[in-house]
């Protein structure tokens, strides 16, 4: 059951955020996908409910010439069907392609996927392989940040609340970065993930100049695997390398147990996704 | 042995079933006829229980225990009163007949008294003027309950430490036992002898819809709609909670979404609820389950422990199975006597064993209760029995085809308990013709081997399924028909439409019979107020109903040949009745309409409405020896399953399956194929993924993003299926049941390929990845 709720829905930014400020208990609802089960099973408890989902002004893909941007609202089934997201954001493109189902997919905003901080999101990872950060916004000002700075845990952001995040900011990077997506769930879609990794590394001939690396669903947070990237940087890329490298990913998770998985398979299978992701990086330049 | 005993007064109904059975041209029975309701369906005019829109309707949700075992000290309202909708609290207090719904035990309250013996039983209904505010005044109920320790292994249980009946004296509800020949001595003098303990755990049914039912009191009693599998036991569970003649109380099937043996159980139950609080508020009450209830309170399939001993001689005959069955019953024992009593009887699998000693034990638990559920305890079994044998195979050094081609029955074989199966075996050509179609010798060597990080397997599994009730427990079914004088013709059964596609099944056989399209037919099913026709369920809803509907139909056949053979200038059993028309066989020339041969019959003196009643003959079982007549006959399947394993992840792909079934007359080949597929991919699920997580109890995943059930991306391909019409002389044209069969032998086919694969012998099922990639894991490390 929902609690009774008070509710609030505006067409534009301004009129949102100056309600925002004088009411910083509410809860923000954009496609509503994660929140309304939440509030269902009582996992959150708000009484005010601030509906962003008609802002017009916050739903576009825009290819500039030094960044992509994204508006907040932009669903995910939108986001699978830009041609400029499939050409310059492959890893978010891979995750958006097998992403719930069609009808979720219609609904299902990328901010919310942000803002709803499930360690287990994924876009996340891609985002933070693809340096992305978070416009975040109120009544008065305009702040960014680093995506991988704005989880704190599980359901937890940096995000005050008379803010509402507006947009994700893409930098276009040369063309020598290379990305990967991959991710295992118990079945074959329609699945949350049990371990989600992407991969970006930057190649100079067969030499690995810099990697980014991040997974979901292995830590309180989406994290980056730093020890694996600093293993790769700098080195020759041979299948010895990548071996030793991804058993290296131990050192930066820290799974749980829950009744997706176990501890000990999220390790295993964090090894071993690492290790596809890096190869299959590595097979795209052949 | 035991032979059949029929009844002197069933004569002419014998001689209608052989005479059928003869047939050998048809007009509508093996045809691909469209569903009756699929128009219905597909344009959402079909109306499920929630769609019935009543003055004055109000709303009840249940209000559960949140404690497995304690004493209930007391419910009451609380705060729900205040609110402007609170209408009233239903409690066992308020009934006023017996707060008793146990299905073949008298251990189960429709609402808890004294104890509560579950996470997730209920305890009361709240009704509410609306269906939002009922859920949200549930959560406002105070409830009392004094907690008592609680025992969830049913291992554990049966030390009896703990008690969840205590006026029962034990956890051991009842046990079974099947026994011939000398198994201990044969197992000390079998060439081969292998021993496995097996595990499964619960399924739920996961139907589309969840339960509800519809009580409208009225001035002379009650009629509830609900969508429930047997009519006539909701009216007399309903009956005995309310008091009230059986024949007050009327119940209608709306359409149903999925029934799979779940909704036989709950619905009388549910039904009994709704009922009672009607009759308190003396108003229409529309109680729901949510998703979340349905999970957490309603039965599942019975989680099983099998520890099963089985020896082979050299030359590949099987000479003895020693098995004991454990069912964890859960809080009540519902309908876990007949699950259990069914996993013994088939505990061999379809071959021919000389030594036989199966022993069950059920046992209560406090977890949610077992019920029925499409195999109805037979793929825990078969899941044994199937594994065994391919572990036997591989001992002696024998393909697991050939030793299972060694040791299959075929008529004139005798079965576990001993019984002679006589006719309508047609295992053997099963499996011969499944291992053809598939490949089989040529994957068998082929696969196996890891190949950029996935291997294929190929396995083959069996599975015998006894239709109708077991031992000497009666079964009947019956039908009433009435042709209308314009010539249509009404059928009352009350064999339900649970989606299978009965109804129109049922539908052909009557236009079969009469002669007549089957437009002209309008079939009402699942209604009180058709005969008793016994359950759907069991695989019996097209062979028992149908036998019912082609007596009457053939009955009323027999009265328009008489009338017609005076115009037609024959004798009665010249006439014809083809099509609509109704003419003289030897002159075809000289005939007339369906209907004018209709007119005749009312102007003339002939009853033109019918009963089809029919009596199943039995045979006798001795409890005491173990031995005697199961079942008055078995359908049969085989499948052949392609897996591919990831071994870098133990994600493990169904990839193709050849089924055959051995079923008797297929009625209509689109409708039974569909059946297999659905049963495939039931059983698919219960194989690799499904699994109800409970801790203390109260179960973690009540919801579907965590109790996973196969998508459309987890499909095999699914081959045309092999169809072995061994006719059943009892069946309708001689069909056997159909819907449960290509469940039954999936967990032991995936697993056995599995095994070809990577080697590796699934003991449990589910056999989810992460099990199946720590045993690679746990073998590479050793």
């Known amino acids: 059951m929902i609690p009774r709720i008070e509710y609030y829905k505006f067409e534009n930014l301004s009129e949102a955020l100056s309600y925002l400020r004088n009411n910083p208990d509410s809860k923000i609802i954009a496609g509503g996908t994660d929140l309304i089960i939440q509030l269902r099973s009582k996992k959150i408890n708000a009484r005010k409910l601030l509906d962003i989902s008609r802002i017009n002004e916050l739903k576009y893909i825009q290819d500039g010439s030094e960044y992509f941007r994204i508006g907040a609202l932009v669903t995910i089934e939108e986001l699978k069907k830009s041609k400029v997201i499939k050409d310059y954001a492959q890893p978010l493109w891979r995750a958006v392609n097998n992403f719930a189902v069609w009808q979720v997919r219609n609904t299902a905003t990328i901010g919310g996927n942000i803002c709803n901080a499930s360690p287990a999101a994924d876009t996340v990872p891609p985002l933070i392989v693809l340096e992305a950060k978070l416009k975040l916004q109120n009544i008065e000002r305009v702040r960014e940040v680093k995506i991988e700075e704005f989880f704190k845990g599980p359901g937890e952001t940096i995000i005050e609340r008379d803010e509402i995040l507006t947009e994700i900011v893409i930098p276009k990077k040369n063309s020598l970065w290379r990305y990967s997506f991959i991710k295992l769930g118990r079945r074959h879609s329609h699945i949350l993930s049990i371990v989600n990794v992407a991969v970006g590394l930057k190649m100079n001939n067969t030499k690995i100049e810099d990697a980014i690396i991040a997974l979901g669903s292995v830590a309180p947070t989406p994290v980056r695997a730093k020890n694996v990237e600093e293993y790769l940087r700098e080195r020759q890329a041979t299948s010895k390398l990548i071996d030793e490298a991804s058993r290296e990913v131990v050192k930066d998770i820290k799974p749980i147990s829950d009744v997706r998985a176990s501890a000990e398979y999220r390790v295993e299978m964090s090894k071993l996704l690492v290790k596809k992701a890096l190869n299959e990086c590595l097979d795209i330049m052949k | 042995m035991s032979s059949l005993t029929f009844l002197e007064t069933q004569k002419d109904e014998y001689s209608i079933l052989e005479e059928w059975l003869k047939a050998k041209e048809f007009i509508y029975v093996g045809r691909e006829v469209r569903r009756i309701d699929a128009l219905d369906k597909v344009l959402g005019r079909a109306k499920y229980v929630e769609d019935f829109l009543i003055d004055g309707l109000v709303y009840a949700r249940i209000v559960k225990s949140s404690i497995a075992h304690g004493m209930l000290i007391s419910i009451r309202p609380g705060r729900a009163v205040e609110h402007p909708d609170y209408i009233t609290l239903v409690t066992s207090s308020d009934i006023p007949g017996m707060n008793q719904v146990g299905y073949y035990i008298p251990d189960q309250p429709a609402l808890a008294e004294k104890k509560v013996r579950f996470h997730g039983e209920p305890l009361a209904l709240i009704v509410a003027s609306k269906p939002r505010s009922a859920e949200e005044l549930r959560e406002l109920v105070e409830v009392e309950i004094k907690p008592l320790n609680a025992v969830f292994d049913p291992l554990e249980a049966l030390k009896d430490e703990i008690l969840v009946h205590e006026e029962h004296g034990s956890n051991i509800v009842l046990k079974t036992r099947v026994r011939k020949g000398d198994a201990l001595k044969a197992l000390q003098e079998s060439d081969y ?389 109704v003419y003289n066989k030897g002159r075809p020339e000289k005939r007339i309409t369906w209907e004018e041969a209709v007119k005749r019959c009312y102007s003339e003196g002939e009853d033109m409405a019918a009963t089809g009643y029919f009596y199943m003959p039995k045979g006798k079982f001795d409890e005491d020896k173990g031995r005697g007549f199961a079942y008055v006959v078995f359908s049969y399947m085989v499948v052949a399953v392609e897996v591919e394993v990831d071994v870098e992840t133990g994600l493990t792909s169904v990839v193709r399956v050849w089924p055959a079934i051995c079923a008797g007359r297929i009625i209509n080949p689109k409708l039974a194929t569909t059946q297999i597929h659905g049963a495939i991919i039931q059983g698919i699920g219960y194989t690799l993924m499904e699994e109800v997580k409970l801790e203390d109890g109260r179960i973690l995943n009540p919801n579907f993003t965590d109790y996973l059930i196969p998508t459309i991306a987890d499909l095999p391909k699914i081959e045309e299926p092999i169809f072995v019409e061994d006719y059943f002389r009892f069946g309708p044209f001689g069909a056997k049941g159909l819907a449960e069969m290509a469940l039954i032998p999936i967990p032991a086919a995936v697993s056995n390929a599995i095994k070809h694969a990577v080697g590796i012998k699934p003991s449990e099922i589910p056999y989810t990845s992460e099990k199946l990639f720590k045993e690679m894991l746990r073998r590479r490390e050793k």
């Open chain 2, 193 to 581: 002898v292998v021993e496995n303990t097996y595990r499964a755990g619960h399924q739920d049914h996961a139907y589309l819809e969840t339960e509800g039912a519809l009580a409208i009191p009225n001035d002379t009693g009650m009629t509830i709609i609900l969508p429930g599998q047997y009519p006539h036991l909701a009216q007399s569970i309903i009956s005995r909670v309310l008091g009230a003649p059986q024949s007050k109380i009327r119940i209608i099937q709306p359409a149903i979404g999925g029934g799979f043996g779940g909704k036989d159980d709950m619905m009388p139950i549910i039904g009994a609820q709704a009922a009672l609080a009607a009759y308190k508020v003396r108003k229409p009450v529309l109680l729901t389950y949510t998703r979340e209830d349905s999970f957490t309170s309603h039965c599942k399939r019975d989680p099983a422990v099998i520890r099963y001993r089985s020896g082979a001689s050299k030359d590949g005959k099987l000479t003895v199975v020693d098995v004991e069955i454990i069912f964890d019953a859960g809080a009540y024992a519902n309908r876990g006597p007949f699950t259990l009593w069914r996993a013994t009887a088939h505990s061999t699998g379809p071959y021919e064993v000389p030594n036989v000693d199966a022993r069950g034990l059920l046992v209560y638990t406090n977890k949610v209760y077992q019920g029925s559920f499409r195999g109805f305890g037979n793929p825990q079994i078969q899941f044994a029995a199937e594994r065994q044998m391919d572990e036997l195979a591989e001992k002696i050094g024998l393909d697991p085809l050939e030793f299972r081609l060694k040791n299959i029955l075929r008529p004139g074989s005798k079965t576990s308990t001993d019984q002679l199966v006589e006719d309508s075996v047609g295992i053997g050509e099963a499996l011969a013709r499944v291992a053809e179609k598939s490949e089989w010798f040529k994957k068998r060597k082929v696969y196996g081997r890891i190949v950029d990080g996935k291997a294929r397997g190929i396995g083959l599994a069996c599975a015998w399924h006894g239709i109708s009730t077991s031992r000497g427990v009666p079964d009947w079914c019956n039908a009433y028909i009435n042709v209308a004088k314009d010539g249509s013709v009404t059928v009352y059964t009350g064999i339900v439409e649970i989606g299978q596609g009965t109804h129109t099944g049922l539908t052909q056989i009557a236009s079969e019979a009469l002669g007549i399209p089957v437009e002209k037919i309008n079939l009402v099913g699942g209604v009180s107020d058709a005969p008793d026709t016994g359950a759907t369920h069991g695989s019996r809803g097209l062979s028992l109903g149908g036998t019912a509907i082609l007596i009457a139909a053939t009955k009323i056949k027999k009265r328009v040949q008489r009338v017609a053979s005076r115009v037609l200038e024959c004798r009665p059993e010249e006439v014809e009745l083809k099509n609509g028309w």
